[in-house]
């Protein structure tokens, strides 16, 4: 008889245990998901408001190498 008392009690234990263990899993979780969905609020930005004016764009060529000079004869 006392081997089944004993196992009615464990059952209890366990019982009461897996009710706390899951409320509190629950909230945990809850807890973390909502920081979680606050969280991607800040890293979600939204695109940046266009520029009223344009942008210019001036192209320029680029400049000629300067051209070595002849070579000078040389004075008898």
Do not use: N
């Not at 070595?68 to 008898?76: A, I, K, L, S």
Request: glycine share 2%; with cysteine.
């Amino acid at each position: 008889m006392s081997l089944s008392a004993f196992c009615i009690e464990q059952r209890e234990k366990e019982g009461k245990f897996l009710k706390s263990f899951l409320l509190y899993s629950l909230v945990t979780s809850s807890v973390i998901h909502c920081l979680a969905l606050l969280g991607i609020r800040w890293f979600w930005e939204p695109f940046p408001a266009l520029a009223e004016d344009p942008i210019e764009i001036i192209m320029v060529d680029a400049p000629e190498p300067p051209q070595p000079e002849p070579p000078q004869p040389e004075p008898p």
